[in-house]
């Protein structure tokens, strides 16, 4: 074994010094004799291994997920697809500051009006009380946040408005699995290589 390790080590210039190091610290107690295990059928006991693939999982959880993968299969014409299109983490954190301070008060804040708490929350349907929420509208805005507003508009005019021919172009889905895109892949080697031959 130290031979290998030396010849190994010859690379680089302290290689002596550090096949030495390895060799001192490598003390085998004779007693001790190896066992190897053999997990072949019929023989040792399976390591636990990670099976949640072989799982029956509920009806409900099979078909959320997938649902979940259908819409990643399936193509999506443009004119859906660019209501995928999200705010930017920055954008979206200036935008929920600034609607924090407008969110209507609960049932509590309305008894405890003194003891006003400024709660962060990073979702629509959480700013207004609700589960889930599409859009929310402000009627009206302090002077104080006005520049922030505009500031928040110039940034989604320029994400959204102005990219508008661009986003409408684009299709959205078409995702495919690992098989697939592996199988493809194969299909297009075969055919640079059978091309390859014929030029060559």
């Given at each position: 074994?130290?031979?290998?390790?030396?010849?190994?080590?010859?690379?680089?210039?302290?290689?002596?010094s550090?096949?030495?190091?390895h060799e001192?610290?490598?003390v085998?107690n004779?007693?001790?004799?190896?066992?190897p295990?053999?997990?072949?059928i019929?023989?040792?006991?399976?390591?636990?291994r990670?099976?949640?693939?072989?799982?029956?999982?509920?009806?409900?959880?099979r078909?959320?997920?997938?649902?979940?993968?259908l819409?990643?299969?399936?193509?999506?014409p443009?004119?859906?697809n660019?209501?995928?299109?999200a705010?930017d983490?920055?954008?979206a954190?200036?935008l929920?500051?600034?609607?924090?301070?407008?969110?209507?008060?609960?049932?509590?804040?309305?008894?405890?009006?003194?003891?006003?708490r400024?709660e962060q929350?990073?979702?629509?349907g959480?700013?207004?009380?609700?589960?889930t929420?599409?859009?929310?509208?402000?009627?009206?805005?302090n002077?104080e946040?006005?520049?922030?507003?505009?500031k928040?508009?110039?940034?989604?005019?320029?994400?959204?408005?102005d990219?508008?021919?661009?986003?409408?172009?684009?299709?959205g889905?078409?995702v495919?699995?690992?098989?697939?895109?592996?199988?493809?892949a194969?299909?297009?080697k075969?055919?640079?290589?059978?091309?390859?031959?014929?030029?060559g």
């Amino acid at each position: 074994m130290p031979k290998g390790k030396k010849a190994k080590g010859k690379k680089v210039a302290p290689a002596p010094s550090v096949a030495k190091k390895h060799e001192a610290k490598k003390v085998v107690n004779p007693l001790f004799e190896k066992r190897p295990k053999n997990f072949g059928i019929g023989q040792d006991i399976q390591p636990k291994r990670d099976l949640t693939r072989f799982v029956k999982w509920p009806r409900y959880v099979r078909l959320q997920r997938q649902r979940a993968i259908l819409y990643r299969r399936l193509k999506v014409p443009p004119a859906i697809n660019q209501f995928t299109q999200a705010l930017d983490r920055q954008t979206a954190t200036q935008l929920f500051k600034l609607a924090h301070k407008y969110r209507p008060e609960t049932k509590q804040e309305k008894k405890q009006r003194l003891l006003a708490r400024a709660e962060q929350k990073a979702r629509l349907g959480k700013l207004v009380h609700r589960k889930t929420l599409t859009c929310v509208a402000f009627t009206q805005t302090n002077p104080e946040d006005k520049a922030a507003l505009a500031k928040l508009v110039e940034a989604i005019k320029t994400n959204y408005n102005d990219r508008y021919e661009e986003i409408r172009r684009h299709w959205g889905g078409n995702v495919l699995g690992p098989k697939s895109t592996a199988r493809i892949a194969k299909i297009e080697k075969a055919k640079a290589k059978e091309l390859a031959t014929k030029l060559g």
